[in-house]
């Protein structure tokens, strides 16, 4: 039995899941809890793909630190 090495690429799937959250938002009524829904759901859905982006790039472990 052949086994094939899956590639996984977070960053990718990460943007293609902002790309989904675009979408939905798209359809949410314009009404004061729709447009509450959609602003949390942009926010938090398309954050993850930056700060993915942020954490590859960092050189040493005091990039990651807070200060």
Do not use: H, W
């Amino acid at each position: 039995m052949k086994t094939t090495k899956r590639k996984f690429d977070l960053e990718d799937r990460l943007i293609n899941f902002s790309i989904a959250i675009s979408e939905i938002v798209e359809i949410l009524p314009n009404t004061k809890f729709g447009n509450q829904i959609a602003g949390q759901l942009v926010r938090s859905g398309t954050s993850p793909a930056l700060n993915y982006g942020e954490a590859i790039c960092a050189e040493s472990t005091n990039d990651f630190v807070i200060n």
